[in-house]
Structures are given as C-alpha cells and as structure tokens.
C-alpha cells in the first residue's frame, strides 16, 4: 500500500514538472520549438496518465491496444481538422 501512494506521489510531481516546463517554456521565444515543446509535454503527461492513474499497466494486451487505437484515431482526426483550417 505504501509503495502504491509513493508511486503516485511521484507521478504527480512529475505531471508538476511538466506543468512547469510547459510554462517556463510559454515565456520564451522559441518559434516553432514552442509548439513541439508544448505537444511533446502534452504527449508525455497523457502518458503518464493513462499508464499510472487509468491503470493500463495492469491491463490485458488487447485493451492497451484499443488505448493505443485510440489515441491515433483522436491524433488523426486532430490532423485532418487542422489542415482543414490551414487551408481555408
């Protein structure tokens, strides 16, 4: 039980972490790099939620791959509406 809380106390300081990198990093001047910044922290604390607090490191392979699925489909389908944008 412990060992449980601590890894979640741990988790939660990383996800604070990032919380802070994606605001230090909105201060400067980085062009492009700002968005990669932002869409790779982005990427990172869904990671770190969907493995340790949505519990799919104890998940069969079967419902990983529908998490993983799903994902792609909402990146896809964020894609697609973006290049609609873009080019309106």
Not at 6 to 12: D, E, K, N, Q
Not at 13 to 21: D, F, N, S, T, V
Not at 23 to 43: D, K, M, R, T
Request: no cysteine.
């Amino acid at each position: 039980m412990k060992a449980d809380a601590t890894r979640l106390i741990a988790v939660w300081a990383a996800l604070m972490g990032l919380l802070a990198l994606t605001v230090a990093g909105s201060f400067y001047p980085l062009g492009a790099g700002n968005a990669l910044l932002g869409i790779g922290v982005a990427l990172a604390k869904a990671a770190l939620i969907l493995w340790f607090f949505m519990h799919l490191r104890r998940e069969t392979p079967l419902v990983r791959i529908a998490a993983v699925g799903t994902v792609i489909w909402v990146s896809t389908m964020l894609i697609l509406i973006s290049a609609d944008l873009l080019t309106r």
